[in-house]
């Protein structure tokens, strides 16, 4: 351990080290808080696993939460007592009236879903409550026009007699903020020739102080008027990334800082910006602030979510993702979602059991790794780790280890230890491997004990590949949700003109494939993801000023970049909603989704559609 401490891999892993030191040593202590078996069954394994470690003294709950990585999970403090707390989502039986639950204040709703930070002592009490269904971690997801407009058939829609472009509809992101000061979100509205006014309608900065900071148009337009940037005047929020301000103006730029060189696909539309910390109990309340607004105006609104993870179940049924459902389930409401770039990563394994064992290998890129298994709830699977020295460590269903320390790292297995999962009836076997070293082989074996099945496993948590996985059902949460667009990405450009001087990726991004990077469904439940493909690669939108960007992404005009990923091709979907809101702003979810699959294209490259590559084209 003493050569461990003084190896390279730094402070950060000493600091971690440390809370991995307090957790083994709260694992001999009596638990004075003990949950019955229901109550156990409402918390989400993760949940679970920190709280199996609590002695019921105040000193000793304040510790639980280092457990709680905060790149990770959100963890915040009581601005009066210091108390730690952490986000949640719950979701209850009944329906949920006013701004508090139990006590405690509700940051924001999803029909029964709600977003609340708990101190230890309240998630406790929420597991004992019988109108508590489920309680999940809100963890942290990440984030994800020249040719590209074109490509999906919006230049003819432009150029339609009355042109459509998108007015009366709102385009809400919730991503990394957006550079407000950027002409193509402003507009000339009195011919003077100076853009003073602006499409963006309101800014909601969640990462400001403990509730956020919210601007409204008036603050945006007097801080234009006066040359202030957010260093100074009212408006402080400002996109240090440069990934929303790059999402929104695929989706809603005018393009009048190129002399319309770069037009988004609905440049008439309206933009209600939420500048999230990615946490997923933020990420809904975003949501629900973008619909409130758009309601409290009488207009339609669609929300780019260019963001994911692979926490959850992949089928639609984490809260997360049902929460979105919910949120999407009125008309004149849409919501899209990246796909993921995880097409070309082997994060995923799976097999069909019948009285026999399937294996593969964790191979860790990263000290700590997590993975999620989900099988039938009426099986019963062994879950077996095997550390690179051979040490077994084994659970059958309905067992929690603990954390047992080996020569090569801390395995912790809980597998359905409190039952199947209430949102989906499936068992869950999570499994964490602590203080593991970069490149060691970990081999996890599935036995089934009784009634067979399928299970699916991701890595779900830290950087690891899968020897003997492969890169199917890779689509991010909340792709997965029942009432969302999910996006792929396909290829329109390979080469550009850059502030480095002339760019080209053609070798890797042939013109009209299907990207690689791009996340392949289907969904764990058998549906067919993504919904539907577009631009994804390479895609040159607005640059924030407040950005750093390489110079070989960098356009000569120095107002764009460019950028890869499916979050560039979620945007392009968004921006064709709004432009059908700006026709009928009461079209629901059904007739959307029927629209976009009906008229999506297939091509020489898409094979028969649909697919889980392509979708519906």
Known sequence: MLQFLLSPRGDRVIRRLIVLFLFLSFLFTLCGNALDRDGLARLDPVLRAGLMNDDGDASTQNAFYPLF?????????????????????????????????????????????????????????????????????????????????????????HG?????????????????????????????SDGDGFEESSRILAIWDQTWGLLGATYNKNDIEEDLALGYGPDAGTVRESDTDGHGTHVASIAAGDGSSSSYGFVGVAPGADIIVVKTTFY????????????????????????????????????????????????????????????????DDEIHASATLSGGASAFEVIPDDWEVELNVWYPGSSRFTMTVVSPSNIHTAAPTGIDTGAVLTADGIVYIDNASAGPNPNNGDNEAFIRLSNVAHGDRWRVVISDTDGGGRFDAWISAGSASLYGGDSSSTIDEPGNAQRVITVGAFTTKSSWPSQAGEQDFSSDYPIGEIAYFSSRGPTRDGRTKPDVTAPGAWICAARSTDAVAYAYLAHPDGQHMMEVGTSMAAPHVAGAIALLFSIDPDLSFTEIRGILTSTARAGHFTGAIPNDLWGWG
């Open 69 to 157: 990585d905060p790149d990770r999970f959100q963890i915040t403090f009581s601005p009066l007592t210091g108390e730690p707390k952490i986000g949640v989502l719950v979701k209850t039986k009944g329906e949920v009236y006013g701004m508090s639950y139990k006590g405690i204040p509700v940051r924001g709703k999803a029909g029964r879903i709600l977003s609340l930070a708990v101190s230890l002592a309240e998630l406790y009490r929420l597991a004992e409550e019988d109108d508590v269904i489920y309680i999940e971690p809100a963890w942290r997801t990440s984030p994800k026009l020249d040719y590209s407009v074109p490509a999906i058939g919006v230049d003819s829609v």
């Open 160 to 188: 339609a007699d009355p042109p459509i472009l998108g007015d009366g509809a709102i385009v809400g992101l919730v991503d990394t903020g957006i550079d407000y000061t950027h002409l193509d979100f402003r507009y000339d």
């Open 280 to 343: 997923t109990s933020d990420i809904l309340a975003g949501v629900e602030y973008i619909f409130d607004r758009a309601a409290a105006l009488g207009r339609p609104a669609v929300v780019n979510l260019s963001l994911g993870g692979h926490d959850g179940p992949h089928d639609g049924t984490s809260l997360f993702e049902e929460g979105l459902d919910r949120l999407a389930a009125e008309p004149g409401r849409a919501i899209v979602v990246s796909a993921g770039n995880e097409g």
